[in-house]
């Protein structure tokens, strides 16, 4: 069975700095496309950054694009999102998901771990 465990959330100022972590068991990242979402209070869940599962490219949200840079570690079979600058509006749950060789799309993705908090206050 394949599970992933999200890490790394909390409460940080704005302008602040988050690592978020993704740890899979059940499966090797090496062969799955990774990606986080991330879902804000009152808001649909939105595409936030993916992988492609080679590692070989990666995939950004406009919003995101300069702020956050997706990552995997294949022998910690963990998928990493570093965040800089944060902004009050980036107040949401992320959520990691998975596919078995995903290709780093928006969508399509069959796994999915409980998500992290993310909080930024201004």
């Known amino acids: 069975q394949v599970r992933l465990l999200e890490s790394g959330g909390g409460l940080v100022q704005a302008g602040g700095s988050l690592r978020l972590s993704c740890t899979v068991s059940?499966?090797?990242?090496?062969?799955?496309?990774m990606a986080w979402f991330r879902q804000a209070p009152g808001k649909e869940r939105e595409f936030v950054a993916a992988?492609?599962?080679?590692?070989?490219?990666?995939n950004y949200a406009d919003l995101v694009k300069g702020q956050c840079t997706i990552s995997k570690d294949n022998a910690k079979n963990t998928v990493y999102l570093q965040m800089e600058k944060l902004k009050p509006e980036d107040t949401a749950v992320y959520y990691c998901?998975?596919?078995?060789w995903g290709l780093g799309h928006q969508d399509g993705y069959y796994y999915w771990g409980q998500g992290t908090q993310v909080t930024v206050s201004s």
């Open positions: 998901a998975a596919q078995p």
């Open positions: 059940g499966r090797t990242v090496s062969t799955t496309g």
């Open positions: 992988i492609h599962w080679s590692g070989a490219s990666t």
